[in-house]
């Protein structure tokens, strides 16, 4: 039988229709009818081949929302009709130290991506989200609480956790004051997690509308990057920077609003920065650090904070058929805060 | 009564002789004949003016070793006769939450340094231990063991606090994989820390004469930072770096160095690196900080574990009526690996 999907067929055309024959349903497997999956921009850099040439054609999506449809003979964690999510992992090697810290995103021999992966496993190219049905190793599938809105799950499973990984990590607490720097798809998740630990939230951006919209999102106070006298009032005087800036930037400004001895984490830009101030981080042993996505247990533990706590993330909900125009728009960072597809549409052909 | 010093009286000019007026002896104040003190970049750039207009005449020196002198009505800690050290800090506000946690030299209203500095309790300028005679407070005296080489002892007020500090804040114990980068007055003593906390300690250079040096001061091991591959075997393997690079530099083929989670500290680079690839961090969760000298209290652990272990710097005694030409070959980096003043040579006018 064969699986619904849209692909990208090289680096200059639009994604368009495409089928996928289903792979084999193994012991250990949970097979997922898709309902939703979300849009995250390295769908877009896979795609386009701005991270090297991929593997096409490429089905994108690794924010999955879906029903357990069936499940191998040795699958004890779900059974059928279950609301599952899966993320930006589909396997590792479970035998490194990582892997058995439970934060297999940094395993030692390199996890399995969702999509445009070797499956060193099952062989062939793993395939994404933008697509009816997926199989998945057990291990990888999350629980979904059935009580948030389910559509707007989708981007808790790789914007949700990559930005609530460092917020625990660095063990972000109740009183502390929390700077989350750029307003998109992370940086909206950061002040909805960051809110609800108990911080005091502070919406840092170039922008005051972003500003505004941040407030309704939970953050306590904005502080607009471009004006020095806001700078000057809040230097050295955050516990914790989430910095979700994508681009090329001076981190600098940013370092000098940090407190003695404290962190800001980079979950967006993975390419070089400006120049660092030696300095910057020497007069109050600060610390410059990043951060990448998050592990299958602690995913499990944000999905499960965000049931308790109703969480979710602001989307745009489009039809398959509209992806291209989607990624257009996200290229000009016009979302308000994540695109989610409904599956549902694939059957509109 | 006067004092005997050496001072810069312009940002051209040598150095040449000075006489001071003897600051009063207050209650809490120690007086310390001073024997030995040891020369640090830090008094180049002050005498020339790199780091701004300093207050000249400037009489530099912030790694005194002396006996005490006198000691003020309330003192209780020094007796006269006692040997002793003074490091760059000689005031601080006491008050703040770092002085409180015995870290002064991140005073949050500004430590008050050796020489060059405000003196905001007794008024005038601070003058450093190019000079027979200081009086200190004695919170900022440290007490220095009779059983090692004492004029070798000198370099351990800044040289050697700046590369403790760091490797104690970040725990290395026995065991660790310790890299220390770049082989100078800091580099030195950080090989005879971490080899001493039990560390398996690397030096990284680019120069493979000075690789061989650092195995005579106890490192196990020499990684050549100019040749990829031995960059490449050493990959992801340090569980601490120790960066004593005085100049700006590219931090990226070290960052790439450290296993997941681990930090590179910067003890010597205040100004601008080249710019940091943001993926480095993000990748493996690596920290990129810095670390300023070290507080009173781990000054005395750090003295006191020298006594236990017999650590000394490597020194070149000179006259302080060589004080120019010391400089001249500091600047070429010709020195293994502080000079240090015989400060009885301040009597051969």
Redesign the interface.
Known sequence: MNTKAYAAFNDADPLGPHTIKRRHIHANDVAIDIEYCGVCHSDIHTAKGDWGRPNYPVVPGHEIIGRVKEVGADVTKFKVGDLVGVGCMVESCKECD?CNHG?EQ?CENGFTGTYNSKNSKHGGITYGGYSDYIVVEEDFVLNVPENIDVKAAAPLLCAGITTWSPLR?WNVKAGDKVGVIGLGGLGHMGVKFAKAMGAHVVMITTSASKGEDAKQLGADEVLISTDSDQLKAHKNSFDFLLNTIPVKHDVNPYLNLLK?DK?MC???????????????????????????IGGIKETQEMLDFCGEHNIVSDIEMIDIQNINTAYERMMKSDVKYRFVIDIKSLNNA
């Open positions: 990582p934060i940094y990590h003695l962190t980079l979950v967006g830009a993975i390419e070089p920065l400006e120049a660092v101030d030696g300095g910057n981080l020497i007069m109050k042993r600060k610390n410059l650090a990043g951060s990448l």
